[in-house]
């Protein structure tokens, strides 16, 4: 029989619905229900593409004598954490401190008043590795709530207290300049791995958001050095294992330090980050190889991730179905000399095992290897490499594929729909600007809908019941500010707006402080806000970059000190922690360079404005439209008429103003950085 998840929207709770653990989602009746049982509640966090919390859920969610034990004992609570990202938060802030690491499955013991006392992740069903076993942990539990009541209070309530008492610096002495953005620039320099690329040792993610910054410090300030460790890094990934050779995207990151096995989960987030760091890479240095990944992986995102309302599904799983019918993690994704033999025969197999590097022991599980592309292989024929890679894709396509996570994340669509904009508007590709203006449109419809506040999650059009928290606004009007340069549809912007107005009164605190959640926002123990930049930009960072774009767009005052304001956290961190502030150090090189403003009266994907859009000063904003209305839509182009019946490019920073310019040579000069 179903029990409560059935209701919900999210994939990774309807997984559960048939559990026989009576699971209620994240609300104030499962906690009254505690209240009035005087049962603790068993929190159990994790999403839909998550290995271990598959493992965790057939090993003990799906047992019976667990879950009666269970049932009897507790409110069991699961809570999606990519639609509760402030529960998610708060509570493993809490796990780290307790237990000095963290991660998913997350589970956490809470008292009636959702405060926690006991913590832990995955637990095995039997005892091993010096871990108790999850019933161990169960029985331990029911004996201190039974027996040892005020010390689970005293712990619980020492926990809140400690929580609460982490305020967060948030350097409000002034914005990041020159010197912070050169230390960040060292620090990255001494944790980069020479050879083999990226930052740090195993595991390897990749950093989407420090190549940004690179690439835009090498813009302002001529760093070679910036843009080799940008270039290099890319480059790495691009013929790694992370990469997937046959089908394009990105997995989410890799298990060792050459890029070689990935985990094989596959984030729509990951892969619109890294497009657009591509895309720009390309824009920087014109490799073919940046466009060739920057294309293939925007395809990538709209074959296998575009739901059927026009928006991005959240990930792809990293376990399939392999010959025998099990569930593997790689299945679809890997390969042994024999199945290379089996579909091209033994010419082609030879040579597809030495250019994708398939070894006869293997590079990952059992004598299977990931492709990739180890370079040693000399000069190749390009349509020999096309034809067996289309054979290859053909028969790959034939193997069970892997689950989709088919709820839209609204700020995980606001960064795919920047990336497809950019790269469609980069490569003359109008049907991903397409793509991407109708993913805009479903976050207006669904998203927005009639409540005028953005909503985080959508599935199968309809808005879950999640309210949108800091990155949602901030990724979102990234992505609206990106269309509305690419397309010279001054709605967007105008959208854009309105997101922004809200992060101003209802996410902003003092000195510039932004919080992860509204003011009106359900109040959790703590009211969480992490400034630093994960597997995406912070919502703190993400905002300050929109803030900071939407003033140059418009002049607003009130927007720009607002972005300042926010930016006094990176100043702080920015030298300490460049790998985890990297998008916030990206939008301080924005500060620093102006931004730019390029207002082009002429027409949408004229040469000035192509132009003007593959400038690499960063963060420049581009405002094109041409006629009288063009005003409206943009207050850039107020009364900045063509020149002589021309198309005109005007171009200020830092309140002062250029000469007007015809001439598309002058224009990419004034933007070259």
């Given amino acids: 029989m179903a029990n409560r998840l059935a209701q919900t929207t999210s994939p990774y709770l309807l997984q559960h619905a048939d559990n026989p653990v009576d699971w209620w989602p994240w609300s104030p009746e499962a906690f009254e229900a505690a209240r009035e049982r005087d049962v603790p509640v068993l929190l159990s966090v994790g999403y839909a593409s998550c290995h271990w919390c598959h493992v965790m859920a057939h090993e003990s969610f799906e047992d019976e004598a667990v879950a009666a034990y269970l049932n009897a004992h507790f409110v069991p609570v699961k809570v999606d954490r990519e639609e509760r990202p402030d529960v998610d938060a708060v509570y493993m802030e809490a796990v780290q401190a307790a237990t000095g690491h963290g991660g998913w499955p997350m589970t956490v013991f809470l008292t009636a008043d959702a405060e926690p006392f006991y913590f832990g992740t995955y637990f095995p069903p039997e005892a091993r590795h010096g871990s108790p076993s999850f019933q161990q942990v169960l029985e331990g539990v029911v004996a201190a709530w039974t027996d040892r009541r005020e010390e689970v209070a005293e712990v619980a309530g020492r926990i809140v207290a400690d929580l609460a008492g982490r305020s967060l610096v948030h350097g409000g002495d002034g914005v990041p300049g020159e010197q912070e953005t050169a230390q960040a620039l060292l620090g990255l320099t001494r944790e ?108 990538f995102m709209v074959r296998e991730l575009r739901t059927a309302e026009g928006g991005f599904a959240s990930a792809l799983d990293a376990d399939s179905e392999d010959a025998d019918g099990k569930h593997v993690e790689g299945a679809f994704y890997v390969w042994t000399p024999a199945q290379l033999r089996e579909v091209l025969g033994e010419d082609d197999a030879a040579f597809a095992a030495t250019y994708f590097g398939v070894t006869e022991e293997g590079t990952f599980e059992e004598g299977s290897s990931v492709l990739r592309l180890p370079g040693d292989t000399g000069p190749v024929d390009a349509a020999r490499v096309a034809d067996v890679r289309a054979r290859l894709l053909a028969a790959r396509a034939e193997r069970p594929r892997p689950g989709r996570d088919d709820k839209v994340v609204a700020a995980w669509n606001g960064l795919a729909i920047a990336a497809l904009a950019e790269t469609g508007a980069y490569f003359d590709r109008p049907d991903l600007v397409e793509r991407a203006t109708e993913a805009a449109d479903l976050l207006v419809r669904v998203h927005l809908g009639e409540v005028a506040r953005l909503t985080r999650t959508s599935k199968d059009g309809r808005a879950g019941d999640n309210a949108g928290v800091l990155e949602d606004y901030g990724d979102v009007a990234e992505g609206f500010l990106a269309l509305a340069a690419v397309t010279g549809e001054g709605a967007w912007l105008e959208f854009a707006g309105f997101l922004l107005d809200i992060v101003l009164e209802q996410f902003t605190g003092e000195g ?75 939008v301080a090189e924005a500060l620093l360079d102006g931004p730019r403003e390029v207002a082009v009266a002429g027409p949408v994907g004229g040469e000035l404005h192509r132009t003007a859009l593959l400038g690499r000063a960063p963060g420049a904003v581009v405002a094109v439209g041409e006629g009288p209305g063009a005003g409206a839509e943009f207050p850039l182009l107020m009364d900045r008429p063509p020149v002589g019946g021309e198309p005109t490019a005007y171009v200020c920073r830092h309140f002062v103003c250029d000469a007007p310019t015809t001439d598309a040579g002058e224009l990419a000069a004034k933007l070259g950085g």
């Fill in 192 to 299: 980069y791995d020479e050879q083999h690329g990226g930052f740090g040792g195993a595991p390897k993610f990749p950093p989407s958001m420090a190549v940004e910054f690179l690439l835009r410090h090498y813009a302002r300030t001529g760093s070679e050095g910036a843009l080799q460790m940008a270039a290099d890094t890319c480059s790495a990934m691009a013929r790694g294992g992370i990469y997937d050779q046959l089908g394009g995207g990105f997995a989410r990151y890799s298990v060792d330090r050459e890029w070689v096995v990935p985990h094989f989960e596959k984030m729509l987030y990951d892969n619109a980050l890294l497009c657009r760091v591509y895309a720009h890479l390309w824009r920087t240095t014109g490799s073919d190889e940046a466009r060739r990944i920057a294309l293939e992986t925007a395809d």
């Fill in 512 to 586: 510039g402080q932004l919080y992860d959640t509204a003011h009106d926002a359900e109040r959790l123990i703590r009211r969480p806000q992490d400034p630093t930049d994960s597997a995406t930009p912070s919502g703190w960072t993400a905002a300050a970059g929109a803030l900071l774009s939407y003033a140059a767009y418009t002049g607003s005052e009130a927007h720009r000190t607002a972005a300042e304001g926010a930016l006094g956290v990176v100043k702080a961190l920015g030298p300490r922690v460049p790998r985890f502030v990297g998008w916030g150090l990206a």
